[in-house]
Nanobody
Framework: QVQLVESGGGLVQAGGSLRLACAAR????????MGWFRQAPGKEREFVAS????????DYGDSVKGRFTVSRDNAKNTVYLQMNSLKSEDTAVYSC?????????????????WGLGTQVTVSS
């Protein structure tokens, strides 16, 4: 049984920062790709970032590149999403997901396990 639980969401003013965490139970994350996706009301689910299970290389969507950073802490079996310079357009429910294999991929269908998500609201 694999469980992914996100935390760290909340309300922040534009220009501020938040750090999301995704803690896993039932699976060691170090060799797998972990992705972050977001979905705002009335919009499709959007790829945000992922981290490779082999090289640790991060991949980022164009809208967040240069502002967000994905990382992992193997000792805590947790992945993080550091979000800086937040904009109102970043408001969404953010979910983490696990993909089998080690190569980054942006397609949601490639991910096998999902957390329930955490709300991020950015006010102007």
């Amino acid at each position: 049984q694999v469980q992914l639980v996100e935390s760290g969401g909340g309300l922040v003013q534009a220009g501020g920062s938040l750090r999301l965490a995704c803690a896993a139970r039932g699976r060691v994350l170090s060799t797998y790709v972990m992705g972050w996706f977001r979905q705002a009301p009335g919009k499709e689910r959007e790829f945000v970032a992922s981290i490779s299970g082999s090289t640790g290389m991060g991949d980022y969507g164009d809208s967040v590149k240069g502002r967000f950073t994905v990382s992992r802490d193997n000792a805590k079996n947790t992945v993080y999403l550091q979000m800086n310079s937040l904009k109102s357009e970043d408001t969404a429910v953010y979910s983490c997901a696990l993909k089998d294999g080690s190569s980054n991929m942006r397609i949601p269908f490639a991910y096998s396990y999902w957390g329930l998500g955490t709300q991020v609201t950015v006010s102007s």
